[in-house]
């Protein structure tokens, strides 16, 4: 580019912007009193979000409490009912072991009478015997007397299967009870 200026021309040198600061429109400058209100907008929108978020873990914790809570009550709950069921079962065991005891000690009873009778009558037919005077005699009493502790030993074995039976029942009762109970629990649980 040339510039004449009257005489001649002459050429121009090719001068360097300035650089000034840009400054964008619309922005103040940092002053104290812009900072105190930036901050004035600022802090209370930070102290806001701060208690939301105490607010929001405390409202967790509250909640995650109150799931703990729950949690242990139904344990302490599940732990008291298998407690009584253990105690139910032991109480089970306690009262089959006594019909047991009962049953033994009645059928010791019975087996102590009937050998003592059987050996009076063993007794008593010996001695008739010895009083008779024929074979013939012994024979027919010794016939009588086999025939007589045959129907005995049917009668008492009868009576001693009957006594048994009962108390096997009486003894396997109360657990069967407890095998049964234990049988709703399971099928109650498996319901829910």
């Known amino acids: ?6 005489a001649e021309a002459r050429p121009v040198a090719a001068s360097k912007p300035v650089a000034r600061p840009v400054k964008p429109i619309g922005e103040t400058p ?3 009193e812009t900072i105190t209100k930036t901050l004035e907008t ?3 929108a930070m102290e806001k979000a701060t208690t939301d978020a105490v607010a929001q873990a405390q409202a967790g914790f509250e909640q995650m409490n109150g799931k703990v809570r729950e ?3 139904k344990n302490m709950k599940s732990i008291t009912e298998m407690n009584e069921f253990a105690k139910g079962n032991v109480e089970a065991l306690i009262e089959s072991a006594k019909a047991a005891a009962a ?3 009645t059928l010791t009873t019975h087996f102590v009478e009937s050998s003592k009778a059987s050996f009076e009558e063993s007794q008593a037919a010996f001695k008739s015997m010895t009083a008779l005077k024929s074979p013939a005699e012994v024979l027919a009493a010794q016939q009588q007397f086999a025939k007589t502790q045959f129907d005995k030993a049917v009668a008492n074995w009868s009576h001693v299967t009957e006594t048994w039976m009962k108390l096997a029942g009486e003894v396997v009762q109360p657990l069967s ?5 234990a049988q709703e629990t399971v099928k109650k649980s498996m319901a829910v």
């Open 1 to 6: 580019m040339t510039v004449e200026t009257g």
């Open 71 to 73: 949690m242990m009550e």
């Open 103 to 105: 049953g033994a000690e």
């Open 177 to 181: 009870n407890r095998v049964a109970l």
């Open 42 to 44: 600022v802090v209370p």
């Open 30 to 32: 940092m002053t104290t």
